[in-house]
Every structure is written in C-alpha cells, then in structure tokens.
C-alpha cells in the first residue's frame, strides 16, 4: 500500500473508530430517508478525504464530520476541515473547522457554539500548538465538557 | 384452464409479463412446444478483478496469501454483489481484511479524475456555478455554511472534489 493511503487509512479508520465509541448512529441521510451508512471506498480513498455526509444521531441530532488531506514530508496533514453537529431540523448547534474569516487569536481553528444564541464569535478549538484538529475534542464540546 | 386457452401464445412487452403468463399456464401447451438448446454464459470477470484485487493488496500488506474461504461471509457477499460494506461491518473486520479492502478500492489517478469530473459536473448544473468559480467564493469563507443542511453537505463535498481535481491533474499532467 502506497504511503499516502496508508496514512489516510490510518486516519479514516481511527476517526470510524472515534465515532462508533461517542456516537450512536442510526444511519446516513439522503433526502428524507435514513438509510445504512455505507463505506464509501470512493470518497474515503479516491478523494483523499473523509466526509460522512450528514448522519443521524439516537438522540434525534445529526453530525457530519468532513476532512480534507495532503501528505508532507511523509505525514498526513489535515488541510481542511469541518465537524458540524446540529439538531433533527437542521439547525446548526456545534461548527468546528478551519477556515480563514476570523482574524482572532483562534484562528485558524475555531469552534462556533449556537446552543445557546445565534452569537458568531468563535471559541478556541484544539490546542493551538498543533496543525491538525482533535476529533475528540469535538464530541467533548457537544458532551458538553468544554463549555 | 385447458378449455378455454388460445390457441396461440400471445406476444408481450417484457420478460416479466412472459413469466407471469407463462406461469399461470404451465403445461397448457407443452403439445405445441419445441425442443430448444441454449447456452448460458454468466460473466465471472468482475467478481474475480475485485477480488484479485483484494487478493493482491492483502498479499502486499501481509506477505500472505489469502483464500476465499477465508474471508468474512458479508466481505464474501460484498464482493460477489458489488455492494459496499456499511461502516459498522467494515469496522468489525480483521484489520489486514480491513485495510486490504481499503487498498483493492483504489482505481487508478485517470479513473479516479474521471469520477470527479462527473461530480464537479453535476454541481456545477444543480447550483448553476463554474467549479472555479465556487472555490474562488467560498474558499475560507463561512457563507459556505449559511445554506440548507443539503446545500452545506454538497459544497463541502464539492470544495473537496475540486481540490482532488486539481491535484490530480497537475499529476497527469
């Protein structure tokens, strides 16, 4: 296996794994229908990405996690992404990600919390020391441990 | 049923209709059949490209070989019928089984660029957009995210397609 896919498998895998054990998905959405989250071969390796489209959550909620990738220097890099959590209409809750509007300390990585009001300033995400988001980080913020 | 039956078969519009008729009628006219020979050829070829290259990436990740018999029973059906694993199987898996799965999904760069152009395609007719265009607008911009949840999950789909697209034909290139 190519080094390049065998670092994005690495990734995909420990993020399915990360998932399985703080989540409870039901199933993927498309349109108005849950249906069996599928591997999508062509998306996770062709596309050098991980993107799970938008899933549905026991609680009702939904989440979808999307990462882009590069490999420098013999090592993944995460050059974009987002994790989106929000409720069963659709409205957003929890916004992760990296991009480039916010000319705060946080930035590049920021996380918008809407539970609690429509305020768009961003909080810290992730130890700002690293290039690369912390998945578990994420579903700390919507366990509601880094408020 | 004999009684009243035509005395000719009649035509029809699918192989659905001629079963069903035909199954309602069975023997009715086997005095009128003919003795026919036929030869079936049923296509093994991509049952046995997918699985030999499932065979090649674990004999590369591993150093063995592996045999039908010994794979899981639903990555047995998954390659027999096409269909992907869903997640939750494909996480259960025996870890080599799993990233040789992974590997033997891969086609190669000329392919994979093709698959993407139909999907940069069909964005760019279902938003009325150039690829280029949308990259350039919503690139580092959170107004990617101000859309309906459908339209949020296409662009960040598309924003990662185009990236792949233009990596890909510099490569070609």
Redesign the interface.
Known sequence: MPLDDALIYKRVEYLLQQIFENLTVIGQIDGNEVEEWVFDYENFAESKRFATKWLQLADGNRIMLCEEYDIEEYELKIVRYAYIYSDMNGSELLRAENAHPHNVFTDPHHIHDFRFGKSKKPKPFQRQDLDNPDITEFFAHIRGNRL | MAGNKPEKAPSFASIEEASEWWDERSGDYWDKAKEVHFDIQIDKKPLHKIYKQFQT?YK??TGNSIDWRDIPENLQNSLRTF?????????KLPQNI??A???S???PDNV?LN??KKRLAFYENKYGITSEDFYRKYH???S??EG??EQ??DF??W???Y??YL?LKNAIR
């Open positions: 990436a590369e990740l269909q992907p694993l869903s997640v939750k199987e494909f996480i799993r990233m799965y992974f590997a999904h891969k086609s994979v698959k993407i580092n911009s959170e990617l995210y309906s949840p949020v999950c960040l789909l924003h990662g397609d990236r792949r990596e």
